[in-house]
C-alpha cells in the first residue's frame, strides 16, 4: 500500500492522524490541526559505521561538569536561568505581544558580559531596532544586528560571524525552504528550531529564542519546542500593568517556578529588588475581605495581598470570578468554610483577587484565601500586622507546608507582628527564629486559625 504524502499534526498535543478534523481527539481542542509531510520510510535501526564515543564514568563526569555560567547583567534574569546563561544552553522566552520580550532581550544584550551578540530579527527590520535601542538608551559596540527570517541564510550568518549569544525574535517568523508549508507552522518552528538547537549546541554557542503565546497562554507552535530547549521561561499577567513578572517554567539547569520581578517604563524594564513590598504597596489596612500571604515562589520567600469581596447575588447563580489563582480550588475552600464551619456562602458573591498579577500555584496558598473570604462575609477586618500560609484540607485541617522559617524570616523583615502557620511547621523552630520579633501561632485546623484572627460564622 503507498504511503500517505500527507499527515495532520495537533499544535496543541502533537498527535497526529491520517485525516483532517475540526477537533483533536486527544487534547479535544479546536481548530488546532495542521498538514504536514509524512516522515520519510523507516528501516530497522543498525549500528553506525565509524567510532563510537566512549562512555564514563559516573563520577568522573561529575568531577568535569563545572561550566562557568555567563551573566546576563540583571539579577534578576539570572535567578530565573538559575544563576546566569549555562554556555550551548538553549532558553525559549514566551509571553504576550507588547509585554517586553524584545525588550528585555535588546537590555540583556546590553548588559551581558558576553563578547559577541548576535540578534536575528524577524519582525522588525535593523532600524526599528535600532531607534528601539536608542529608546532604551542601549548603545552596545559587540551588538550585531540582522533581519531575516530565512533558516539557511541565519545557519550561514552563524559560521561567518562565530557569535557566543545568538537572539532569535521570534521562532514563529523563520522559515526554511525544506518544507512547503508557511512559517509559523508547526513543521517549520519544530525544524527551524531544531537546525539551530543542532548548530548552536556544536559551536558552543547560548541560543536565546523568543516564541508568541496564543489566547489560552500556551506557547504557540507545537509543544515539543518546549521540550527541545533547556529553559523556558515565561512572562506572567497582563501588559498593561505596570510590572511584569518572569517565570521559570522549566529548567534543566536550575530551579523551576523561580519568579523574576521587573517594573516597565519609558527606559524599558527596571529590576524590582524587594518583590514584597511591590505585592503589599497600596494596600488599605482595616479593609475587611484582604489578608497577606507568605508565598514561597521558586526559592524566594514573598508577601502578597489576597483580596476577598463578598456581596449578596442578583442572580439565580452565585458568581465566583477569580484572578491568579484557580476557581477549582476557590469552590473547594468555599464548600469547607459552608459545610465544616458553618458559613454562609450561599447566595453570595465571591470576587477573588491577587494583588500585582502575580499567580499562586502552591497550596500554602489556601488559608490566607479562605481567611480573606471568611474576612468579607464577616465584614471584619483582619489584624493588619498579621501574615499567614497553610494549605487546607477537605477535612478543615491545616496541613504542613514546605520553607516555614523562610516565611517567617520575610514577614519579620517587613515588619509584620504575627505569622500564622500549620501546627506541624512551628514544632521545631530553631532557635534564631523564636527570636525574630513576631509571634508565631501554630493552628491544626482552620476552625483554630479563624479563632485566632477573631473570626466566626
Ligand atoms: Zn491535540
Redesign the pocket.
Known amino acids: 500500500m503507498a504511503k500517505p504524502a500527507v499527515r495532520y499534526v495537533?499544535?496543541?498535543?502533537?498527535?497526529t492522524s491520517l485525516k483532517y478534523s475540526g477537533k483533536?481527539?486527544?487534547?479535544?481542542?479546536w481548530g488546532?490541526?495542521e498538514e504536514e509531510p509524512a516522515a520519510c520510510d523507516s528501516s530497522p535501526l543498525s549500528p553506525t559505521a565509524g567510532p563510537l564515543p566512549s562512555v564514563e564514568c559516573l563520577s568522573e563526569t561529575a568531577a568535569s561538569v563545572d561550566h562557568e555560567r555567563i551573566s546576563t547583567g540583571m539579577q534578576e534574569l539570572d535567578r530565573v536561568l538559575g544563576g546566569g546563561l549555562m554556555p550551548a544552553s538553549a532558553v525559549l522566552l514566551g509571553g504576550e505581544p507588547g509585554i517586553g520580550k524584545s525588550t528585555l532581550m535588546l537590555q540583556l544584550a546590553r548588559h551581558t558580559s558576553a563578547r559577541r551578540l548576535l540578534y536575528i530579527s524577524g519582525e522588525e527590520s535593523t532600524s526599528q531596532i535600532r531607534d528601539r535601542a536608542r529608546r532604551l538608551s542601549i548603545r552596545s559596540d559587540h551588538v550585531l544586528l540582522v533581519s531575516e527570517v530565512d533558516l539557511n541564510k541565519i545557519i550561514g550568518i552563524i559560521e561567518r560571524d562565530k557569535p557566543d549569544i545568538i537572539i532569535i525574535d521570534s521562532i514563529q517568523t523563520l522559515h526554511t525552504g525544506d518544507f512547503r508549508s508557511s512559517a509559523g507552522t508547526v513543521t517549520q518552528i519544530r525544524e527551524c528550531c531544531s537546525a539551530l538547537l543542532r548548530e548552536t549546541k556544536q559551536r558552543n554557542i547560548v541560543l536565546l529564542v523568543i516564541g508568541h503565546i496564543t489566547k489560552s497562554g500556551n506557547l504557540a507552535g507545537p509543544k515539543t519546542l518546549e521540550h527541545m530547549v533547556d529553559t523556558v521561561l515565561q512572562f506572567e499577567g497582563e501588559s498593561f500593568q505596570r510590572h511584569r513578572i518572569i517565570r521559570t517554567m522549566k529548567n534543566r539547569f536550575g530551579p523551576t517556578n523561580e519568579i523574576g520581578v521587573f517594573r516597565m517604563d519609558e527606559h524599558g524594564l527596571k529590576e524590582v529588588t524587594n518583590p514584597s513590598e511591590l505585592f503589599i504597596a497600596g494596600r488599605t489596612s482595616g479593609v475587611p475581605g484582604n489578608a497577606i500571604l507568605a508565598a514561597i515562589e521558586g526559592t524566594r520567600a514573598l508577601l502578597v495581598e489576597v483580596q476577598a469581596l463578598v456581596s449578596k447575588t442578583n442572580f439565580p447563580v452565585a458568581q465566583r470570578i477569580c484572578t491568579g489563582i484557580d476557581s477549582k480550588r476557590i469552590s473547594i475552600l468555599l464548600a469547607v468554610l459552608e459545610k465544616r464551619l458553618g458559613f454562609g456562602t450561599w447566595g453570595q458573591d465571591v470576587f477573588i483577587k491577587v494583588a500585582g498579577g502575580l499567580k499562586l500555584a502552591e497550596p500554602a496558598s489556601d488559608l490566607a484565601v479562605a481567611s480573606a473570604i471568611a474576612s468579607g462575609l464577616n465584614n471584619t477586618a483582619l489584624s493588619p500586622g498579621m501574615v499567614c500560609a497553610g494549605e487546607i484540607g477537605l477535612s478543615g485541617e491545616i496541613r504542613a507546608i514546605s520553607n516555614g522559617e523562610r516565611r517567617i524570616r520575610e514577614a519579620a523583615h517587613l515588619g509584620f507582628d504575627t505569622i500564622i502557620l500549620p501546627k506541624e511547621n512551628t514544632r521545631e523552630l530553631k532557635p534564631a527564629i523564636r527570636k525574630l520579633p513576631l509571634k508565631i501561632i501554630g493552628c491544626s485546623s482552620l476552625q483554630k486559625a479563624l479563632e485566632e484572627m477573631k473570626l466566626s460564622a
Do not use: D, L, V
Not at 10 to 15: K, L, N, R, V, Y
Not at 24 to 29: I, Q, R
Open positions: 495537533c499544535t496543541h498535543c502533537g498527535a483533536c481527539f486527544t487534547c479535544n481542542n488546532t490541526i
